[in-house]
T-cell receptor, first 112, second 111 residues
């Protein structure tokens, strides 16, 4: 059973650099979600896709953030010109037409 | 979506039942109650959901009051591996839409 996978698991970058994260959902899951989680808080929704279409974006997703899901399979989340406030855990989840979302282990980003 | 209120933290002895309460007094008729948990350094994990009736699965039981204004998640025989943050969420969606998480309850299982 291959669950949701995310790469890399950890990323340390300097302020101003661009970073890209990848999420591979569970096969056949048509919905894919990105969330962000800071220390002591619950995850916050960023955006989601149904197949390759990006259906909703949170106001948290500034112009420096872009997400794609070409061909409706894996997804990438890019952050341009990173800021220290971007330091967080970035979580990906996928679902099929069901009640539960399956989360990956997350990518922990540290901006120095 | 309706707002939920959960205690910040709880302790439970290993082997005992852990009962986690959640208040959702503004829940509307078409909103479901969901529970997820997040073990340290992992992504959240779905536990259970319900609308009106009590529900049970291999992980837990969900008891929803008759007026649906509160619910309790029950872990029947808590183990150390159940130490986690537990999130109670209400949503009128089917669950495959975005999840609005609160701060949850930090459950400590004591040996």
């Amino acid at each position: 059973d291959t669950g949701v996978s995310q790469d890399p698991r950890h990323k340390i970058t300097k302020r101003g650099q661009n970073v890209t994260f990848r999420c591979d959902p569970i096969s056949e899951h048509n919905r894919l979600y990105w969330y962000r989680q800071t220390l002591g808080q619950g995850p916050e929704f960023l955006t989601y896709f149904q197949n390759e279409a990006q259906l909703e974006k949170s106001r948290l997703l500034s112009d420096r953030f872009s997400a794609e899901r070409p061909k409706g399979s894996f997804s990438t989340l890019e952050i341009q010109r990173t800021e220290q406030g971007d330091s967080a855990m970035y979580l990906c989840a996928s679902s099929v037409q069901a009640y539960e979302q399956y989360f990956g282990p997350g990518t922990r980003l540290t901006v120095t | 979506d309706a707002k939920t209120t959960q205690p910040t933290s709880m302790d439970c002895a290993e082997g005992r039942a852990a009962n986690l309460p959640c208040n959702h007094s503004t829940i509307s008729g078409n909103e479901y109650v969901y529970w997820y948990r997040q073990i340290h350094s992992q992504g959240p994990q779905y536990i259970i959901h319900g609308l009106k009736n009590n529900e049970t699965n291999e992980m837990a039981s969900l008891i929803i009051t008759e007026d649906r204004k509160s619910s309790t998640l029950i872990l029947p025989h808590a183990t150390l591996r159940d130490t986690a943050v537990y999130y109670c969420i209400v949503s009128n969606r089917r669950g495959d839409d975005k999840i609005i998480f609160g701060k949850g309850t930090r459950l400590h299982i004591l040996p």
